[in-house]
């Protein structure tokens, strides 16, 4: 079992970067696959990113690839969210998963952690 929690979100003005950690507990952070969701009011808890349990492999949502990236220490059971250029559409809560594959549906990650804001001013 892993236990995720996230930091690092809050109140930025648009064109500004945040980044967002996940810190996973347990030995087996470096079996999982990681990824990044985001849910905006009245809208569905939709894919940001992901990473392979080696850091090898990404995939990123259209919307945010090229502005977003990323990453993972497996000595410090963390994953990562950099996030540059942000827009007003990218406020949300965003959550870490954790999956036992490379996974970009929100129903093949097993476990969550409880999200952090993340609100853009225009």
């Known amino acids: 079992q892993v236990q995720l929690v996230e930091s690092g979100g809050g109140l930025v003005q648009a064109g500004d970067s945040l980044r967002l950690s996940c810190a996973a507990s347990?030995?087996?952070?470096?079996?999982?696959?990681m990824g990044w969701f985001r849910q905006a009011p009245g809208k569905e808890r939709e894919f940001v990113a992901t990473i392979n349990r080696f850091g090898t492999v990404t995939n990123y949502q259209m919307s945010v690839k090229g502005r977003f990236t990323i990453s993972r220490d497996n000595a410090k059971n963390t994953v990562y969210l950099q996030m540059n250029s942000l827009k007003p559409e990218d406020t949300a809560v965003y959550y870490c998963?954790?999956?036992?594959?490379?996974?970009?549906?929100?129903?093949?990650?097993?476990?969550w952690g409880q999200g952090t804001q993340v609100t853009v001013s225009s």
């Open positions: 347990g030995r087996t952070f470096s079996s999982y696959a």
């Open positions: 998963a954790a999956s036992a594959l490379v996974a970009t549906i929100r129903a093949d990650y097993n476990y």
